[in-house]
């Protein structure tokens, strides 16, 4: 087999692989189709991206979204890699142009819309190319259950079963409900997966529930005190979204609103200035999210407590996927319980369900509402202990970092960040960042995380080599910024 360790460090500049990674590669290499269910942030793309380094041929990767596929291109290009994307945003000779490409073998990785897979000039190129591995990713969308429903990811299995010689099948989803599970594993056209469920806790992820008095007034003090730092607040309606927006800007922060109802022009500009940095914090409903790939979020705040385990767990889980601390805070007020009653037991008139079918839906979303109520009034029992179970997982008494635990003082202080690094140093290696994401146009977590700034502030790496050593070198990133980094620790 091929050594996935040598490609794990050469692209990706890591020494290890993070639970489940190594399971769901080598069962790829050996064949076999998987189906894998992993929460944001535990590292799902290189699950597909390696067995696609490791493989002669083409992987193609079903991604529903423009901006994710735009990011994860880039990623792969910062990387030393080629790969290419095929989705609406390219004008009709652009596609051309790619599909050209590809044919040719230029590039290893190839995300695709899943409306392209059945059109003739896609199907032209995929049946008489070498693919060799197939990846979906954000499976759920297959699923009618969900919110993120896709019709045609419904076809994907008509695409695969088209291949004389069947590529290798992967699907990939932070969704944990059983539902959804089921309908992935049955209408992917998926061949007996190994199935791999990853544990959903989130260490890095503090959890709070508030009910403060003014729920702004307790966002402008966040915020006060969390300068310079990125975050998301979601709100429960369009025009709440804007007034928090224009409350807080008014109050100095630069603070943009999100929401469906605006144009798809304005709504990249937004996500653009959010994923560059040049606006730190969105108000948001839950049409954003998706497409967010964004890794140094710190912090989301709801503004309102939603209707679902599963809805509030999958945005607060936008924080932190760079595996550093981040905090996810719930605010919460009895109206809330009010206002989303009232969201259930409104069913649009023209929903074809008996009145048994809507008693039915109706008393299970009550039910969700329920434990949602549970949660953000939990007085003994720790948040992340709620959530776990609630996903079906043990989960120990006490977190030590959410506010119930953080309340009944237990304190076993959770671990501190103790590793003493030259905050000057730190500063300067960042603004030199900050100046090349600048100048490149790619957001300055693409050019070095806040882990490799932290380390390279510590170790003072002198060498490629001592550069080598920290965690996210490599070879792509030494040769483009190992220099400039070299030269800076030195001149310090
Ligand atoms: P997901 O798609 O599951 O939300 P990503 O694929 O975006 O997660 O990965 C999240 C972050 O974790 C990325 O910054 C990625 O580079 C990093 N990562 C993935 N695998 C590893 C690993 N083995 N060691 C260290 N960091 C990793």
Redesign the pocket.
């Known amino acids: 087999m091929k050594d996935i360790y040598g490609i794990?460090k050469k692209y990706?500049g890591?020494d290890?692989?993070?639970p489940g990674?190594e399971k769901i590669i080598t069962s790829v290499l050996g064949g076999r189709d998987v189906f894998a269910v992993?929460p944001?942030?535990?590292?799902?793309?290189?699950c597909y991206q390696i067995p696609a380094l490791a493989m002669e041929g083409i992987t193609l990767v079903i991604s529903p979204l423009i901006s994710l596929m735009q990011d994860q291109v880039r990623n792969l290009k910062a990387m030393g890699v080629r790969g290419a994307y095929l989705n609406s945003s390219l004008t009709p000779s652009q596609i051309v142009l790619a599909t050209k490409n590809a044919k040719k073998g230029m590039y290893k990785i190839i995300y695709v819309a899943p409306e392209r897979l059945n059109t003739p000039a896609f199907l032209d190129f995929a049946m008489n190319s070498d693919i060799s591995m197939i990846a979906i990713d954000e499976a759920h969308c297959i699923s009618q259950w969900g919110q993120d429903f896709r019709p045609a990811y419904l076809r994907i299995s008509e695409f695969i079963a088209m291949f004389e010689k069947r590529p290798v099948v992967a699907a990939f989803t932070?969704t944990a409900t059983k539902k959804v599970k089921d309908d992935i594993v049955n209408k992917s056209g998926l061949v007996h997966p190994v199935i791999y469920t990853g544990g959903f806790d989130r260490p890095n992820l503090s959890f709070a529930a508030e009910e403060p008095i003014d729920r702004l007034v307790y966002v402008r003090n966040y915020l006060a005190a969390h300068k310079n730092q990125s975050g998301i607040i979601y709100c429960l309606t369009r025009q709440e979204t804007e007034n928090a927006a224009a409350v807080l800007s008014s109050c100095g922060f630069g603070v943009s609103a999100y929401h469906a109802g605006m144009t798809d022009e304005d709504r990249r500009r937004v996500q653009e200035d959010f994923i560059y940095g040049r606006v730190n914090i969105i108000t948001a409903t839950s049409a954003f999210g998706m497409g967010i790939?964004k890794?140094d979020v710190r912090f989301v705040i709801h503004l309102n407590m939603p209707a679902r385990m599963e809805d509030y767990y999958q945005q607060a889980g936008r924080a932190g996927?760079?595996?550093e601390r981040a905090e996810c805070i719930l605010l919460y007020s009895p109206a809330d319980v009010r206002i989303n009653r009232f969201m259930i037991e409104q069913i649009p008139d023209n929903d074809p369900m008996t009145p048994e079918e809507r008693q039915e839906y109706i008393r299970s979303e009550l039910d969700c509402l329920q434990q949602m109520i549970f949660y953000s009034t939990s007085k003994h029992t720790c948040l992340r202990k709620r959530i776990l179970v609630y996903f079906g997982e043990n989960a120990p008494s006490h977190c030590n970092n959410c506010s119930v635990c953080r309340r009944n003082v237990i304190t076993v202080k959770p671990a501190e960040d103790v590793r003493n690094y030259d905050r000057a140093l730190y500063s300067k290696l960042k603004a030199h960042c900050r100046k090349l994401s600048l100048f490149g146009g790619v957001p300055l977590y693409t050019i070095a995380?806040e882990s490799m700034l932290r380390d390279m502030a510590s170790l003072k790496p002198k060498t490629t080599a001592q550069l080598r050593l920290i965690?996210g070198f490599g070879e792509e990133k030494i040769k483009r910024y190992g220099k400039d980094f070299i030269n800076i620790i030195n001149s310090f």
């Open positions: 794990l990706f890591y290890s692989f993070r990674q992993m944001t942030g535990a590292g799902k793309s290189v932070a790939d890794p996927r760079d595996g995380s965690s």
